[in-house]
């Protein structure tokens, strides 16, 4: 099937907007941020059922920058992982999605995350235990392990739990392992360079030993072929460090700004941008 | 008990290829059989307590029966997080095993002993909290572990302690077991102090009924209630901060019981102690020598 890319992660961007607006919730901005990243990925890169969202053989998205889970949800709900109307039910009463990824309950939503640097451990354990499993049946190859991949936000980074992963899915060679940074520079309280410097952060990866790329994490088309090309290298964890903009396509007002993190549309700016 | 932890783990590894092992670099002269016989269901994670914790939730999301390895601060307060929400919240089928129980590691200072585990990990939901008396215990704790699918916490003694059970009491989790019977006061003991508690109740004047209680969480509320039905008093040994633990677990099931009884937690107080020595010492220092605990209990 032939998909038009940036209509996907147009109508993605409104869903988002969409559910940001009735829940007056917060954390547009990271959620913006990550779109097309997660297009690339439900519609080229994963191998995934939406019917069979418990296949084992299936490749795992673990969103770890889980207050951003807006965006996965509108992900999810257009790639026919649970019908559309659940999004009405964001952050409300008896409402199916919750503000903070939970497991069991939403299709396609691998683990309950929301208190960050915890999603790479996880990632590492299940992409060492699926390396482990696969390798003792036959019907495999070594290049056709099921991959994990996760999503990290920027700020996420400095927690340093994230860093003992880094250590532990390099000395494992677990190459089935691929996280991606949504390196949009801001965190909660300020830019990421006056809050806690990160740079440079793609050779701190290289330094734990993962093999590194940067790419424009809003081109579709150069994330999917860096997505594609994961393994960078054989016996390596990658990482891919996606260039962004905190509230990309939203509200004008919020992008590239601390208040993105806070503040959902207003009543003109949701009419503006849904039409 | 930290043998008989070792060596039934391996019997279990050996017959299911999906029990592995994480440490977080330790087990120095407990693990190297298991290394040997089951080096693929072994990882050392290096000093790294909370990646160990969030690699196990992982493992067990994909099928594997992980059990991850400290001392019991490093495995219990260090990953508390990823305890509460990669293992719990997600009620994944991790085993949780600490060792060095109170003041085990008396010497070596507050930082290494363990006073509030249980008091912490009782909070949490889905996780069941096992503390054995014994080695024999020990072995019955860590089989009972394996055979149930959920978050376990094992709180472990260290080497050589006695053997307080001549005979494998009948366990369950979630049921304490009475190792005598008596009708004037009922001492309900839990982990390490178990063999404090029989010589207790050997010392007192008194017809005691004593409980070794493995399990503090779901604890045996039934089991309580009996004894506030068949003896004149309550108290509970255990080296655990006087705050959380197997005191106030029983304590909450008196309370809510409706019929009130002379009852006394005896445990750590409420301070970290300024003088570090050995665990007898320590135990002195803190009101847990078994004449001091023999005094408190004739005076109730």
């Known amino acids: ?275 | 008990m930290r043998t008989a932890f070792a060596k039934t783990l391996l019997i279990l590894a050996k017959k299911d290829k999906r029990i592995m092992l994480l440490t977080g670099d330790l087990g120095y002269s407990v693990f190297e059989e298991f290394q040997r016989e089951c080096p693929k269901q072994y990882i050392n994670c290096g000093v790294a307590e909370q990646n160990m914790t969030g690699v196990a939730a992982g493992l067990a999301l994909e099928g594997y029966r992980p059990c991850i390895y400290s001392i019991i601060p490093f495995i219990s307060m260090r990953n508390f997080e990823q305890i509460r929400n990669d293992i719990c919240y997600q009620n994944l089928n991790v085993k949780i095993v600490g060792v060095g129980s109170g003041f085990t590691y008396g010497p070596y200072g507050h930082t290494h002993h363990a006073l509030e585990d249980i008091g912490i990990l009782r909070t949490i939901s889905n996780i069941v909290i096992m503390a054995p008396g014994d080695p024999v215990e020990a072995e019955l704790a860590t089989k009972a572990a394996f055979s149930y699918k959920g978050p376990v916490y094992i709180r472990l003694g260290r080497n050589g302690e006695p053997v307080i059970h001549t005979k494998k009491p009948k366990f369950t989790i979630g049921r304490g077991i009475v190792i005598k019977d008596g009708t004037d006061a009922t001492i309900i003991a839990t982990s390490n102090m178990l063999d404090s508690a029989v010589k207790v109740a050997q010392g007192v004047m008194k017809s005691v009924r004593l409980i070794s209680m493995p399990t503090i969480k779901p604890i045996d509320a039934e089991l309580v209630r009996d004894s506030i039905h068949k003896t004149r008093a309550i108290v509970t040994i255990e080296e655990h901060s006087i705050i959380g633990g197997l005191g106030s677990a029983v304590a909450e099931v008196i309370a809510e019981s409706g019929g009130g009884i002379p009852f006394q937690r005896i445990a750590v107080p409420d301070r970290f102690t300024k003088t570090i020595g050995t665990q007898e010492f320590m135990r002195e220092a803190n009101g847990l020598g078994i004449e001091q605990i023999v005094k408190k209990i004739e005076n109730i």
Not at chain 1, 83 to 102: I, N, Q, R, T
Not at chain 1, 164 to 182: R, T, W
Not at chain 1, 238 to 251: L, N
């Open chain 1, 1 to 275: 099937m032939t998909y038009n890319f940036s209509e996907i992660a147009a109508t993605v961007r409104r869903d988002i907007i969409r559910m940001c607006y009735e829940a007056q919730s917060a954390h547009l901005g990271g959620s913006l941020s990550c779109v097309e990243i997660l297009v690339a990925l439900y519609w080229r890169v994963m191998h995934i059922d939406p019917k069979r969202p418990d296949d084992p053989n299936r490749d795992r998205l673990f969103f770890s920058k889980a207050h951003d889970v807006k965006a996965l949800y509108a992900v999810l709900g257009n790639r026919g992982f649970f019908p559309k109307e659940w999004f009405f039910g964001y952050e409300k009463d008896c409402g199916h999605l919750a503000g903070h990824a939970v497991r069991g309950i939403v299709p396609g939503v691998e683990i309950s995350a929301g208190s960050l640097g915890h999603g790479l451990s996880m990632a590492a354990g299940a992409a060492f235990a699926l390396k482990k499993r696969t390798m003792n049946d036959e019907q495999r190859t070594v290049n056709n392990y099921p991959r994990v991949f996760t999503i990290l936000s920027d700020g996420e980074c400095d927690e340093g739990s994230v860093w003992e992963a880094a250590l532990f899915a390099a000395h494992h060679k677990l190459d089935n392992l691929i996280a991606v940074i949504d390196y949009n520079k801001l965190q909660a309280y300020g830019r990421i360079k006056d809050v806690l410097n990160l740079e440079p952060l793609t050779k701190k990866w290289e330094a734990f030993c993962w093999s590194a790329r940067e790419v424009d994490g809003h081109d579709l088309k150069k994330l999917t072929t860096i997505l594609l090309a994961t393994p960078f290298v054989k016996g390596k964890p990658s990482v891919i460090i996606a260039h962004t903009i905190k509230g990309f396509g939203g509200p004008k007002r919020l992008i590239e700004q601390v208040s993105s993190q806070y503040k959902p549309p207003t009543e003109e700016e949701y009419r503006e941008l849904i039409g």
